[in-house]
Structure formats: structure tokens, C-alpha cells
């Protein structure tokens, strides 16, 4: 079990250049490409998410994670609880060992629905989510309510902001947008043999996951987020309300790592999801309420010099999902000053850096990168190189070190 005990000491935040240079000593031995996470910055940050919270528990966000000891040792930290899984056949995997697994995200995968239908424990530990009957009918389709165990379900409210003035601003996920509209899902849920409503959800993307400070752009998000907050509390308190005149549910799940405490505020919430906020990609630099220290990095060879002011590093094009935009690209950090090509980015088999560290770096250095996301570094690299100290105390497979690819 990884430690999670707070450090004494926060190297990254007082002395970056001997933080990351410590993380280039500590796996010095280990060929590149590689991927790293610095123990204290790990318990730090998962300690700072508690404090955040403020005593509301936190369901871990498995996907932007995706190693199971990290998942393993978090969940041991009281005021964790439970996982917001990403698919269905992962939730399933996860399931043996944890008994409380909320997929976040519909699922159609009959294998998996024929799986959990057959199987009374996994049934017990696993919870779909939904947003339409027609959800309810692929699963019946797969297997028929007297033939299976009784499924568990949540429904997800719509979360968004409807600005008066820019119109939608959020994700686009649940059709389920007002009181009414929730209500009569819960009812058919309720009326229909086979199936179990336990839990609601919304995720406020657009306050969750969108960085805030500075000021001109930053100052107009900010304004939205509060405005946003305050539609959603009022919303979400209504729908609620109606849901629990139907059924007892066991949690109302809110918001993401970057809204802990607007999401907190809301009375009706009884638990916050977070994940990102453990490995503290650099999309999480941009907010002024708090900052994550960059516990989880990965490093790449240089394999030419092309010419005195630029190193090739190999591979690099570890874009992160959503839209095609600069901040989707990895953030060079070690060595400092360095770039990447405007013309190139960070490209499939190699990506050439330029800036004053370029000239110094020879064949065989390493330049070490953050990832825009969290999880996603993961689908990268087979384990994660736990160090601290200069040393590696561990290696951490990931999903894909253990053979698993869910998404």
C-alpha cells in the first residue's frame, strides 16, 4: 500500500529545479519514455482535496487515474468513499475488491450488462447510470428482470449553464434538465421490475474543469462559475427534493476537483467526485483557489540535434482529449525554457524543442513533461515510477500495464 502520510517537506512548491531534477536522479537507471509520481506530491495533494472538502466524502474519479494501488491506498484515507468508474467493464474489474462503484456514464456494452446481471454481489457493488428508458430497455433486451439480479441506478441531472447573454456553457451529457423532467424518469425507474433507484448525479463541468485566475479571460469565467453555482444549487435543491419524495436515494454526487467548494456549498449534495486533482495535471495550474502540486510527470529521450538550437525528443504527442487547442499539449518543465515548435507540437514519434535550455541538452538527456490531463497519461505507460527522495520506492501498473484498455 502506498503511504499517503502528508510530507514534511514540498519540494515542488519551494525549489522547483531541485524537485524535478530530483525525480531525474531518482529514475536515472530507467530507460525513457517513463512515467513518475512523486509520493509526497501524491499524499499532499490527496490530503489538500480532503481539506477542500471539508468533511463532504469524496468518490474518486477512476478515469483520471487508472492505476489500482493509487486508487487502492486514496480509498484508505477516511473521507474517501467509493469510485466514479468510467465504463461498465472497468467497473466490473474494480468491483471484486470495492463495494461501492458508480459508472458515470450510461453504458451499452451487453456483455457487461449480461455480466453484472448474472452476478448478485457485483449487482450489489455496482451502480449504472441513466438518463432515458430507453437505457432501461437495453438492459432488460440483455437480460430480463426475473432472470437477473435487481440493477442499481442513478440518474444524472444536466448540469450546465444556459447564459442569458453566450448561451449554453458546459458539457453536453444528460437530456434531464428540470424538476419535472427528473421526476417522471424516477417514477418509471421505480414503477419497472429489475431495477433499484439509488443515487443522483451532476457534474458542473464548466466550473469543475475550467481554470479561472487571471485577469480579462479569468475575470469573465469567474463571473460565469458564480452565476452558474447559483443556478445549479437552486436547481439541483429542487430536484432533489422531488426525486426523494420517490425513493430513498443513498447519494447525490456533484461536481469535480475544481469545484469541491461550490459544489460543498450546495445543501443537497452528499458527496463530491475528484480525481484529476491527485496527479495534478497542468490544466489544474489556472485556478485561483487552489493548486495541485504536479505529483505525476512523465520523461522523454533526446534522440537528435537537428541543429544547435533545437533537441528531438522521441515521441511526445500525448495530446490531451477535447478541444484541438495549445493547452492540450504536453507542458515541457524540466529543463526550463523549453518549447515546443509552433509548426510541429508535440508530434507521434518525435518533437523537437527549441528555447535556452535546447542548446545544452546532448543525445541522450531527458526532458521531462506534464500532461494536460490526468488519467490519460496513464493509457502511455504500463507503471508509474513511485519516487521520493531521489530514490524509487516502487512501480505502479497502470490499466494498461495490467492488460486492461476499457476506453
Known amino acids: 500500500m502506498i ?56 468518490r474518486v474519479a477512476s478515469k483520471s487515474v487508472r492505476v489500482r494501488s493509487v486508487l487502492d491506498a486514496v480509498l484508505s484515507l477516511p473521507g474517501y468513499a467509493g469510485i466514479l468508474a468510467y465504463t461498465l467493464p472497468e467497473a466490473l474489474w474494480l468491483a471484486h475488491e470495492h463495494d461501492d462503484v458508480v459508472v458515470g456514464y450510461p453504458s451499452v456494452d451487453r456483455t457487461a450488462l449480461a455480466a453484472l446481471g448474472a452476478d448478485a454481489q457485483l449487482a450489489s457493488r455496482v451502480t449504472l447510470m441513466v438518463d432515458d428508458a430507453a437505457q432501461l430497455d437495453l438492459v432488460d433486451a440483455v437480460v430480463a428482470p426475473a432472470a437477473r439480479a435487481s440493477i442499481r441506478v442513478a440518474l444524472e441531472l444536466d448540469a450546465s449553464y444556459h447564459s442569458p447573454t453566450m448561451g449554453h456553457i458546459g458539457v453536453r451529457r444528460s437530456p434531464l434538465r428540470t424538476r419535472d423532467q427528473v421526476r ?16 443522483l448525479m451532476a457534474y458542473e463541468a464548466q466550473i469543475a474543469g475550467v481554470g479561472n485566475a487571471g485577469r480579462g479571460r479569468g475575470a469573465i469565467i469567474r463571473v460565469l462559475q458564480r452565476a452558474s453555482a447559483e443556478e445549479l444549487r437552486e436547481r439541483r435543491g429542487a430536484v432533489v427534493a422531488a426525486v426523494r419524495e420517490i425513493a430513498d436515494l443513498e447519494f447525490v454526487n456533484g461536481g469535480g476537483t475544481g469545484s469541491i467548494e461550490s459544489t460543498h456549498a450546495d445543501g ?38 537537428p541543429t544547435p538550437e533545437l533537441a528531438t525528443l522521441l515521441g511526445g504527442g500525448w495530446i490531451a482529449s477535447g478541444p484541438a487547442a495549445e493547452d492540450r499539449l504536453p507542458l515541457p518543465v524540466h529543463p526550463p525554457g523549453l518549447r515546443f515548435l509552433p509548426r510541429e507540437g508535440a508530434g507521434e514519434v518525435q518533437s523537437p524543442v527549441t528555447g535556452a535550455a535546447a542548446h545544452d541538452l546532448a543525445v541522450g538527456d531527458r526532458v521531462w513533461l506534464r500532461h494536460t490531463k490526468a488519467g490519460e497519461l496513464s ?29
Open 268 to 305: 443537497s449534495v452528499t458527496e463530491v467526485a475528484a480525481g484529476s486533482g491527485l496527479f495534478g495535471p497542468h490544466l489544474f495550474d489556472h485556478y485561483v483557489h487552489f493548486s495541485p502540486a504536479p505529483a505525476a510527470a512523465f520523461a522523454l529521450p533526446v534522440v537528435r540535434r
Open 184 to 199: 417522471a424518469l424516477a417514477e418509471h425507474v421505480v414503477s419497472r421490475p429489475g431495477f433499484d433507484l439509488v443515487g
Open 379 to 407: 493509457e502511455h505507460v504500463d507503471a508509474f515510477a513511485l519516487v521520493e527522495d531521489g530514490d524509487v520506492l516502487d512501480e505502479l501498473p497502470t490499466y494498461r500495464g495490467e492488460g486492461k484498455t476499457f476506453l
Open 3 to 58: 503511504d499517503l502520510t502528508p510530507p514534511t517537506a514540498r519540494p515542488w512548491a519551494s525549489d522547483a529545479a531541485a524537485y524535478w531534477t530530483g525525480l531525474d536522479k531518482a529514475t536515472r537507471a530507467l530507460d525513457a519514455p517513463l512515467a513518475a509520481l512523486h509520493r509526497g506530491a501524491l499524499a499532499a495533494n490527496a490530503h489538500d482535496l480532503l481539506d477542500r472538502a471539508a468533511g463532504l466524502p469524496i
